[in-house]
């Protein structure tokens, strides 16, 4: 793909209301989006680091306060889907699943099957540690980031 192609379709993309366009041309993929936050919304704070990196970073949002009857989601190392699919804990609906809460697992585990586009992708662990929550339900949809699975790093 030509840089030329590439700038008409940023134009394109802010011309309309499109957020997001992707092509993909044999070998070559291109992905541009636009990400803008209403106004009236306050910005969202996402971390995917472990829990005591994360203690250390001091945000605005630290000092907002929550209810006590919300329950809080464990803390941990998110690993968030990649891509739009179907999510499959399993190789095959009579085999078990890859990981269940508290395995241990390490850096390169196949943690489940995200199915797009007919296409079954092995997603791997980004680091060691043990699964504290699997977030999603077998065979259910799920969206580009949507978080998966909440890992307690290793120490």
Known sequence: MDIQFI???AELLEKSAIDEIEVVEGDSKVRITRHVAPAHMAPTITCTQPAAVAAA???DAAVATTPAAVEQPPQGYMIKSPMVGTF???ASPEAAPFVEEGSLIKAGQTLCIIEAMKL??????DISGKVIKV???NSQPVEYGEPLFIIAPEN
């Open 120 to 125: 079954l992708n092995e997603i791997e662990a």
């Open 7 to 9: 700038r008409r379709l």
């Open 88 to 90: 499959y804990r399993a």
């Open 57 to 59: 970073i001091p945000t």
């Open 135 to 137: 977030l999603a339900s």
